[in-house]
């Protein structure tokens, strides 16, 4: 079965810093990868997603993330964090079958933002 | 704007009552799913609905849980008799219509609290 780790619970970066939010995986086959982004009492809306192709994918609000199948990681990056960045981050593993497409969370990681 | 819009936002209830949580997408799609969110825990899949049909389902919806789409339109999830577990941030999603790309797009959940 399918399972998702996101190492840290809780990240605390200054507005400016760069970021990157750690994700391992573990899949059968070859994965297809999310990064959802929660802001308090808000929904999941995605950042950017991996399916094929080139490892490096960009994403909205300046994320991108980086597959490494050696590493089994999809690491989340953004090079100057913002005070909205402020938010829970979930990474996510499909499993795709017959008819849909069956996402595995992390546990999330809380991304704080100092001024 | 949500992909799909979700009612109640909130909804309070007593232990051994029923309970309908409504999903309505924006635009006609046939994959639908709901997930929960147990408060500080990850978000797990509970069922996916394709072509008015359960395609798949996970071992926590249980008897206690339907869906149905009964007017082709709203996308319902039903829990007979509310259990304290059940408190939950439930989310609706909706897939992309090309399944393979395994994309879902969430409501902005509905919160169940159980008493």
């Known amino acids: 079965a399918q399972s998702v780790t996101q190492p840290d619970i809780h990240i605390t970066v200054s507005e400016g810093a760069s970021l990157e939010l750690r994700c391992n995986y573990s899949?059968?086959?070859?994965?297809?990868l999310f990064w959802y982004v929660q802001s308090p009492g808000q929904g999941l809306q995605l950042l950017l997603k991996?399916?094929?192709?080139?490892?490096l994918v960009q994403g909205i609000k300046g994320f991108e993330a980086e597959f490494k199948r050696s590493q089994s990681s999809f690491n989340l990056r953004k090079p100057s964090v913002h005070w909205s960045d402020a938010a829970e981050y979930f990474c996510?593993?499909?499993?795709?079958?017959?008819?849909?497409?069956?996402?595995?969370f992390g546990g999330g990681t809380r991304l704080m933002v100092k001024p | 704007e949500p992909e799909v819009t979700q009612t109640p936002s909130h909804q309070v209830t007593q232990m051994g009552q029923e309970v309908i949580l409504r999903c309505v997408p924006i635009?006609?799609?046939?994959?639908f799913y709901w997930y929960r969110q147990i408060l500080g825990q990850k978000v797990e899949f509970l069922v996916s609905?394709?072509?008015?049909?359960?395609?798949?389902k996970s071992e926590i919806f249980d008897d206690q849980f339907s869906v149905e789409r009964p007017d082709g339109s709203n996308f319902t999830l039903k829990i007979r008799s509310t259990k304290l577990e059940d408190s939950a941030m439930y989310f609706c999603?909706?897939?992309?219509?090309?399944?393979?790309?395994?994309?879902?797009?969430f409501g902005e959940g509905s919160r169940l609290t159980v008493l």
């Open positions: 899949y059968g086959a070859t994965p297809y």
């Open positions: 991996y399916f094929s192709g080139d490892t």
């Open positions: 999603a909706r897939g992309t219509g090309i399944e393979k790309t395994g994309e879902l797009f």
């Open positions: 635009s006609n799609h046939l994959y």
């Open positions: 609905f394709y072509n008015n049909e359960i395609s798949e």
């Open positions: 996510a593993v499909g499993h795709m079958y017959n008819a849909g497409n069956m996402l595995t």
